[in-house]
């Protein structure tokens, strides 16, 4: 970085990411921890892994400002995201009931404990809906 006339400060606000655990590996040995490891070892998982935390940002600010503004009195949440949970937080504070909608294989307890309230789509919910989508499909 010094032979660019920059130093460690200039990394204050970027955002991270490591294309695999190798990567991450090096990161580390800089005494820089990345934002992010996508699962998939590939620069385009990186990006999308980017674009997903863009997507829990825009969700954090929607409810917050929906609950600040008080366009909502209740917000059902489809996401997993433990993220979401300083969110969740300010909007219950501002008076909005949260709902936590979560598949039974993979609940996010953080958000059950948080929420109001939380409603689980059981396993043999999607396996039905989806055999009937696919017989309707062969009609």
């Known amino acids: 970085m010094g032979a660019l006339g920059k130093d460690i400060r200039d990394l204050k606000g970027l955002k991270i990411g490591a294309i695999g655990p190798k990567t991450a590996e090096c990161w580390h040995k800089l005494e820089i921890i990345p934002d992010l490891v996508p699962d998939e070892y590939r620069a ?6 980017f674009r997903e935390k863009g997507v829990d940002v825009k969700i954090a ?10 366009i909502i009195k209740t917000a059902i949440l489809c996401s997993s995201d433990s993220d979401l949970q300083p969110a ?3 909007a219950m504070k501002r008076g909005i009931e949260i709902i936590y909608l979560g598949f039974e294989f993979n609940p996010n307890k953080g958000l059950s404990y948080t929420t109001n309230r939380t409603i689980l789509i059981r396993n043999s919910e ?11 499909l062969k009609r």
């Open 61 to 70: 600010v929607d409810l917050v400002t929906n609950a600040c503004d008080k």
């Open 44 to 49: 385009e998982a990186v990006v999308e892994c």
């Open 88 to 90: 969740v937080k300010e």
């Open 126 to 136: 999607v396996l039905s809906a989806y055999k009937k989508s696919i017989a309707k």
